[in-house]
Every structure is written in C-alpha cells, then in structure tokens.
C-alpha cells in the first residue's frame, strides 16, 4: 500500500513544497489494483516497443515526445478518468472491456472514446512541451531534487509491481501499453517536471508584479465573482391535468374535460398566488421565515402516516428530515451577483440587487409555461443584501495520510507531535520539518478561501475561534485521508484574497495561449492513432 500512494501523488510523496497551479496533471503515475495484463497480438518488434519509440508522435523545436511516450499519457489520463468516474462510467456509455475504438462516446459530437482519451492527451501534451520551452528559454532546468523525485516515483512503480506480483516491464505493459518502458516513463516524468517548474515559475513572476490596482481592477470587472446576497423562498406549483382524447366517446365530450381540467389549473392558480401573496405582507424577514417553517412543517404532518412498516419514532424522524431539508432548500445564500440595469439579468436578480433593496423586503414571481402546462409562483425575502465576503482567510500546511493503511494514524500523530514539539509557525519551518517525511502529500496553502480544501472538518478546525500559530491537529478525511493540520495565521481578507487570485489565473491563462503562439509543436496524428487501448 506504500507503494501504492507513492504512485497515486509521486509529485507530492516527498519533502513538502509550496503549492502547485492547478493545471498541473499530479495523475504521473497511476495504479489500478488488480487490472490485468493486456493480451496484445503484436509482433515482436511491436511489442519492444522499438517501432513507436522511435516514432516522434509529438514534438517542439527541442523536445520530442515518442508514441511510447504518448502511450504513458494517454494510459495515465484513461487510469486517471477510471479512478474519478468507475462505478458510473458505465452509464457514461464507456465499457471497459471493449476497445475504445470501438465505441463512440457522447461526450463528443462526433468520435469514439480513443478520441476523446487522445484528444485530452495530446492537448495535454502540447501544453507541456510549450511550457518546457519556456522553461528552457529562461534557463530553467531539472536539479537534483528533482530527479530525486524521478527515481521515488519509478521505485514506487517497481515496489507496486512486486506487491502484485508482476515484474516491472510486465507492469508497466499493463498498466501503460504495450513497449512502454521505463525508460519512456522517465522521460515523459522529465518533461512534466520541467513544464511544471517552467509554469511555477511564470506564476511567481506574475505574482510578485500583481499591484493593488490590478487586483481591485479584476474585482470590478467582474463583480459576478465576489458580490451576492440572500433570501428565503417558498415555492407554489401547479400542472395542467393532461387529457387523452382517446378516452372519451366523442368530441363533445372530450372538449368538455379539457375546458374542465383547464378551469381546475386556473383556479388552483390563482389560488397558489393568493398564498404567495400572502407572504408578501410579512412584515420582516424574521416573520416570513416563522409562516415558511410552518407551512414547511403542515405540507409534511403525517407525510409517511400511511407507511405501516414504519415505527411512530421512525415517522416523526423523516418527517423532522423532510422538514429540515425543505427549509434548507428554501434558505438561498450566496446568490450570485447579477447587474440589474442589464436587459439580461432575470427578474429576480433585477429585485434583489435594486440600488435600495433592503433586508425584509418581500416580492412575488409568477413562472408558466404554457406549451408544458405548468406554473410556478415564488415568494422571496431577502434576508442579507449585496456584500462580499469580508471574512479573513488562513495560512495553513497539511500532511495527508491514506486511511486504508493501518499505520497512517501512528505515523500522523507522531507528525503532529514532531511538529508541536519543534513549534513549528512559518511555512519555511514546516517545509524544513518535512524533509525526508513520507506521506501521500504535503504542502503549505496561503490565504485558504472557506469550503477550498474539500473536507469539512479541516475547515471548521482552521476556522474555530481562538485558533493560533502553530495549532496542529490529527483530522480523519473521510474514509481516504487522515490529515495532519497546522495553522500558520491569518491571511488576506476573503475578497481581496480571491481577486488576487483571478487576477493572477487570467495572466496565466493568457500566458498559456501566448507560449502557445510563440513556440511551434507539431503533431503526428498517424502516430497517435497506432497506440491501443
């Protein structure tokens, strides 16, 4: 299992460092447990490998990226894909016992599931060999650490290979394509090491030049992203009775059911927008929230009374579910910025965000479709008006540890105590505190938006009153991790903190499409089309 999380984050399973761009594809090398051996009819020299190696599949003016190469890629994106979506893949339309070749893929207008996997592979490709250009233009190279790294990565792969009873070239056949070497995965881990260092090192640069003017420029244009407000909404719905004409006798009888059901809908109408409307006199917030939780509470009294297999207790207690969850539908926070001088924002947005909307104010919005034959009535409240997040974000570091392994939660809390004991409270120490630490991922994250690491109990730890430098703590993950948490301090103000970061990812993003015009990558689409899969 070592082995194993080595190979899920071979770029995180060293010494910590400071966090990553997102682009970066961390899928170096992954590990499918108990797949099995590909039974390729190819010939001898096919399956050496030799034929697509020396094939230049994709290639700048001085790097060269071989069909072998291109196989790892492309495999590692398909393991990758396997790892997010496996247990609904199926319902993705994507058999995995079947050539992709073979199967066309709805994710496409228009190609199969080896065009979908290639496409992403190749763009993913061309993407880090411009990065690597830049890389090399600036005098950018690969140091020992690096190579390091290489050398864990390819040892976990030989570690992970004996655990399942394979030589390493029989692995990486399998899990990569057969004639993949581990000469090939060396080089396609060169490559993605340097692009790396190349993309970091565009992003530090871009980062030290942000000034307060640009980072307050991007948050006015794009108010979208930081400014929204809150309500509560009790929804009313009505549908038109559907009437077969084959039911009934004759026309005559027919048109008088259809003018029957049409007068029901329209009564039941106009009595769903009188209790809309009703909401409307509420005068504040606070009392329309007291008649939505007990209209909420009457639409379920005695909701699951017909349900004899279930105890009283077990009725009340879905019925106090349904409740709570219908309230939480009907409480809308965070409702995002819409200009409401705009002829496209909708209605509602066009209320809420009035120049002199206020906390309390009550409205109602009537929506029908008549081809469906439905109707809608919505009564809301605002409850906060247009702000931005004000609240302060936090400096932390982290050290993941895989839950499946029985020995991750001696190791972590050994971590934690190392780490109180050295009162470890800057980010430089806890990278120097790290070094030669084995775990499945280490790094140190300035200004921590709430809800951005993806587990709740790390953030209700970071964000718990009275936290202070140097605070560490053991957290269970879920069922994958067991984190080791420090605090480091606070950081930037919420929005600030979030422009910053827009601001820099849209100079990333056109630094991406400017490396991408100022260097030449070309593609061999033929070679491409002989890997198999």
């Known amino acids: 299992e070592r082995a194993q999380n080595k190979l899920d984050q071979p770029q995180t399973y060293v010494a910590a460092k400071k966090q990553k761009p997102n682009w970066v594809n961390t899928a170096i090398v992954i590990f499918i447990a108990g797949i099995l051996v590909l039974s390729l009819a190819l010939s001898t020299l096919q399956n050496s490998g030799a034929m697509m190696r020396g094939a230049n599949a994709i290639k700048s003016d001085n790097y060269t990226v071989s069909g072998t190469m291109v196989s790892y890629f492309f495999n590692s994106q398909y393991s990758a894909f396997l790892q997010t979506y496996g247990t609904v893949a199926s319902y993705l339309g994507l058999d995995t016992s079947k050539p992709l070749k073979d199967q066309p893929c709805n994710m496409l207008e228009d190609g199969t599931w080896f065009d979908y996997f290639m496409n992403s592979t190749s763009?993913?490709?061309?993407?880090?060999?411009?990065?690597?250009?830049?890389?090399?233009?600036?005098?950018?190279?690969?140091?020992?650490?690096?190579?390091?790294?290489?050398?864990?990565?390819?040892?976990?792969?030989?570690?992970?290979?004996?655990?399942?009873?394979?030589?390493?070239?029989?692995?990486?056949?399998?899990?990569?394509?057969?004639?993949?070497?581990?000469?090939?995965?060396?080089?396609?881990?060169?490559?993605?090491?340097?692009?790396?260092?190349?993309?970091?090192?565009?992003?530090?640069?871009?980062?030290?030049?942000?000034?307060?003017?640009?980072?307050?420029?991007?948050?006015?244009?794009?108010?979208?992203?930081?400014?929204?407000?809150?309500?509560?909404?009790?929804?009313?719905?009505?549908?038109?009775?559907?009437?077969?004409?084959?039911?009934?006798?004759?026309?005559?009888?027919?048109?008088?059911?259809?003018?029957?059901?049409?007068?029901?809908?329209?009564?039941?109408?106009?009595?769903?927008?009188?209790?809309?409307?009703?909401?409307?006199?509420?005068?504040?917030?606070?009392?329309?929230?007291?008649?939505?939780?007990?209209?909420?509470?009457?639409?379920?009294?005695?909701?699951y009374d017909d349900d004899a297999s279930l105890t009283e207790a077990e009725r009340e207690a879905k019925e106090k579910t349904q409740i709570a969850t219908a309230m939480e539908a009907a409480t809308v926070e965070g409702y995002a910025y819409q200009n409401p001088e705009d002829e496209k924002s909708d209605e509602l947005a066009k209320w809420l965000f009035a120049a002199d909307r206020k906390v309390g104010d009550t409205y109602v919005i009537e929506d029908e479709d008549e081809e469906k034959g439905t109707y809608a009535v919505y009564a809301y409240c605002v409850t906060a008006t247009v702000s931005r997040e004000e609240y302060t974000t936090v400096d932390m570091a982290y050290a993941m540890f895989p839950a499946s392994e029985g020995a991750s939660s001696t190791a972590a809390a050994a971590l934690k105590d190392k780490l109180v004991a050295a009162n470890v409270t800057t980010a430089e120490a806890f990278e120097e505190a790290m070094k030669d630490q084995s775990t499945s991922g280490a790094a140190t994250m300035e200004n921590l938006l709430k809800d951005n690491f993806g587990y709740e109990a790390v953030d209700e730890y970071l964000y718990a009153e009275g936290r202070k430098a140097g605070d560490c703590e053991v957290i269970n993950c879920g069922t994958e991790y067991i984190a080791v948490v420090l605090y480091l301090g606070e950081g930037d103000v919420a929005w600030h903190a979030a422009a910053q970061n827009g601001a820099l990812n849209e100079q990333m993003t056109a630094w991406y499409e400017e490396i991408a015009t100022t260097y030449t990558v070309s593609v061999n689409e033929k070679t491409l089309n002989k890997i198999v899969r």
């Open 123 to 303: 763009s993913y490709v061309q993407e880090l060999l411009n990065c690597c250009e830049y890389a090399k233009a600036n005098g950018i190279a690969l140091d020992d650490e690096d190579k390091a790294d290489i050398d864990e990565a390819i040892e976990a792969m030989s570690e992970a290979a004996f655990e399942n009873n394979y030589t390493t070239a029989r692995y990486i056949a399998a899990m990569y394509g057969s004639g993949v070497k581990e000469k090939d995965i060396r080089a396609a881990m060169e490559l993605t090491l340097l692009a790396n260092k190349g993309a970091v090192a565009a992003n530090d640069k871009f980062k030290a030049a942000l000034t307060e003017e640009s980072i307050v420029a991007y948050y006015d244009e794009h108010p979208e992203q930081f400014l929204s407000a809150d309500y509560l909404v009790k929804e009313f719905e009505a549908t038109l009775a559907t009437i077969d004409e084959d039911d009934y006798a004759d026309t005559a009888a027919y048109d008088a059911a259809v003018a029957e059901a049409e007068a029901a809908y329209e009564a039941e109408k106009a009595e769903l927008l009188a209790k809309a409307k009703a909401y409307e006199t509420a005068t504040g917030h606070q009392e329309f929230l007291e008649k939505l939780s007990a209209d909420i509470t009457a639409e379920y009294d005695g909701y």
